[in-house]
């Protein structure tokens, strides 16, 4: 398995092998960003260079912490108004995605 250079990656790599769906376009804060079919709107944030995803009452940074949807770290706006983990959601095409993130 190997890992190649992907210049829209914001970490700028993928795994070659990994059997993706099909690209998919989704929003957040309003900004096009694509995603993969199958993709939790946690793993399609953090390909798209999204580290925060919201800020605590005390306004400290949020993103993920445990990733399998125990600690609620990862809460994101969905589609105007649901709450989702964002680990634990699936990201759709069209989907509007809200994050209070740098």
Do not use: W
């Amino acid at each position: 398995m190997g890992i190649i250079k992907d210049s829209k990656n914001a970490s700028g790599i993928r795994i070659d092998s990994l059997q993706r769906g099909r690209k998919i376009v989704f929003f957040v804060n309003g900004r096009y960003t694509t995603a993969y079919m199958g993709e939790t709107i946690h793993a399609a944030l953090i390909a798209a260079g999204y580290h925060q995803f919201r800020k605590s009452k005390t306004c400290q940074p949020r993103g993920v912490f445990c990733g399998m949807g125990v600690c609620y770290e990862c809460l994101v706006t969905v589609n105007n108004g649901s709450i989702q983990r964002a680990c634990m959601t699936v990201v759709e095409e069209g989907m509007e995605v809200e994050i209070d993130g740098d």
